[in-house]
């Protein structure tokens, strides 16, 4: 918001994701507080408070509510958090083949997509599941280590594996909500 | 025309399945690809004159790669390991009419073919695994 007028000024040009959610730029994010803030500033910002201001204002506020749902979704999330992280420091996940790909891992996210287009296997479902699971919980902890000793080469490896199971666990969910 | 033809390999991938990955004449590539997740397993099986006789494949990923892969499976078949060898994601590119955004997934295509092709090699001459192997 200006100062002077006190009107609601755009959302700057590329804005960094943590100083909007009052976070420090770091892996471990305090999720209650990234909470608060999310309320505390769609409260502030969300257009319907802007019914009775200029069309230019209720255009910005419209921009700071996509940018604070995109920061907060982006902030929440273990995967879009490293990957975010990474992207500030300039590195990417390869668009190419890994050659360096661990092929026992690949074996491993091949079965579980096997399992998962098995016809008939609802049943199956739940331990597919708490597998996918339980893998995601491993990874996460392995790329806060990561984080933790600036080790952003790890840090990229461990979020390529979670990009993997983040699919199956679309696709899983997929499964689970009747067509 | 190009739509049908991508249309086509998504709808009805060719080569859908497997190959005995433990037999001989037998060479399995496993590749995937960070960014999007994707993962394409191709496996070619070769005869005693160096012919690919039989190609199968199993792709987890976009329609695009599914496409690019079973285009593989069909183009293999009938060529030598060394003529093989030359197929260029390009090439599958062009054929499929993949646009730009969708390239690397005929890289990822290519990429699944030269590891098969490695593997049916390495096990047809155990000595070299020791001085290949990284």
């Known amino acids: 918001f200006c100062p002077a007028c006190r009107s609601l000024q755009p959302p700057g040009p590329r804005p960094d994701l943590f100083c909007l959610m009052a976070c420090d730029r770091s892996f471990r994010v305090d999720v209650q507080q990234l909470r608060r803030r999310f309320r505390s500033l769609q409260r502030a910002l969300h257009p319907d408070r802007f019914g009775q201001r200029t069309p230019t204002e209720r255009l910005y506020s419209e921009q700071h509510s996509v940018l604070v749902n995109k920061a907060y979704q982006t902030l929440l999330h273990p995967l879009s958090r490293g990957l975010y992280l990474l992207e500030l420091n300039g590195i990417q996940l390869a668009q190419e083949t890994d050659s360096d790909a661990d092929s026992e891992f690949l074996m491993e996210i091949m079965e579980i997509n096997e399992k998962l287009a098995e016809p008939n296997n609802e049943c199956h479902l739940e331990e597919i599941e708490t597998l996918i699971k339980a893998k995601q919980e491993q990874l996460t902890k392995e790329v806060t280590t990561a984080f933790e000793r600036d080790d952003l080469q790890e840090a990229k490896k461990v979020l390529a594996k979670m990009k993997y199971f983040a699919n199956l666990e679309d696709k899983l969910r997929n499964k689970k909500t009747p067509s | ?134």
């Open chain 2, 1 to 134: 025309g190009c739509p049908a033809q991508v249309v086509d390999h998504y709808e009805n991938p060719r080569n859908v399945g497997s190959l005995d990955r433990n037999a001989k004449n037998v060479g399995t590539g496993l590749v995937g690809a960070p960014a999007c997740g994707d993962v394409m397993k191709l496996q070619v099986e070769v005869d005693e004159n160096g012919k690919i006789v039989d190609a199968r494949f199993k792709t987890f990923g976009c329609g695009s790669a599914i496409a690019s892969s079973s285009l593989a499976t069909e183009w293999v078949k009938g060529k030598t390991v060394d003529e093989a060898l030359k197929i260029k994601n390009t090439d599958i590119a062009k054929e499929l009419c993949l646009p730009p955004v969708k390239l690397h997934c005929s890289m990822l295509a290519e990429d699944a073919i030269k590891a098969a092709l490695a593997d049916y090699k390495l096990k047809q001459d155990p000595k070299k695994e020791d001085s290949e192997k990284k």
